[in-house]
């Protein structure tokens, strides 16, 4: 909802379109916080690099159907992407999967979905509802904007705190986030150390040369290359 309600300099709406709201762009923290990362393919007001009209951009699993079908893409798009990825976390499988592109295409286009609660019993009615309503084909009947569809889930089922998802997350990947961050300390360390030495390093002692060592080590360096 931040990035739709984006604003420039002056004021102007930026109308920005994530596009790929997917499980791999979604980052729980350790501090109990999600973000939605990588907006390397989001539309917005202003972009400098224009999308070809009808090029599609995302994961078709994810995709709302006018999404597929090429059409202007609307912050809906990314509530229904939203909901995609709430029926995977409550049934434990994509929403829609296939042996090739062409079969998920079809299903996103035409499937009849099924109310998380088929596929697991203990998902109470009203998250069937928000889910349902967020993967509506029509994008005048899904939520008007993604803050309506998490007040949604806040009244009607309850979220956790942010103090209990962190602690969700450290029972469930704890040895693997001390592991990681013994990793990132022992990098640091050596970082450190290497810099302690090239500081501490005594100059080198000069002695006498003969003229072709001398040719060698005065010539010219060659122009740097630009890696750009």
Request: charged share 25%; with cysteine; proline share 7%.
């Amino acid at each position: 909802h931040a990035a739709h309600e984006a604003c420039g300099e002056l004021g102007e709406p930026l109308r920005i379109v994530h596009r790929d709201v997917s499980p791999q762009n979604v980052l729980v923290g350790a501090d109990g916080v999600a973000r939605v990362l990588d907006f390397g393919i989001a539309k917005a007001a202003g972009r400098l690099r224009i999308t070809p009209r009808g090029e599609v951009m995302g994961k078709i699993a994810y995709m709302a159907p006018e999404q597929l079908r090429g059409a202007d893409v609307e912050r809906s798009v990314d509530i229904y992407a939203a909901a995609a990825v709430l029926w995977e976390v409550l049934c434990g499988a994509p929403l829609f999967d296939g042996p090739n592109t062409a079969v998920i295409v079809q299903c996103v286009l035409s499937e009849r979905v099924a109310p998380p609660s088929r596929q697991r019993s203990e998902v109470p009615e009203a998250l069937d509802r928000i889910v349902m309503r967020g993967l509506n084909r029509d994008p005048a009947r899904r939520f008007t904007s993604a803050r309506e569809m998490a007040l949604a889930l806040e009244n009607e089922v309850g979220t956790a705190t942010q103090s209990q998802v962190a602690e969700w997350l450290q029972l469930l990947a704890g040895p693997e986030l001390a592991a990681r961050t013994a990793r990132l300390r022992g990098m640091q360390d050596g970082a450190s150390e290497a810099g302690t030495r090239r500081k501490s390093s005594p100059l080198p002692i000069t002695r006498p040369i003969d003229t072709a060592e001398h040719a060698l080590t005065m010539a010219p360096l060659p122009a740097p290359v630009s890696t750009r």
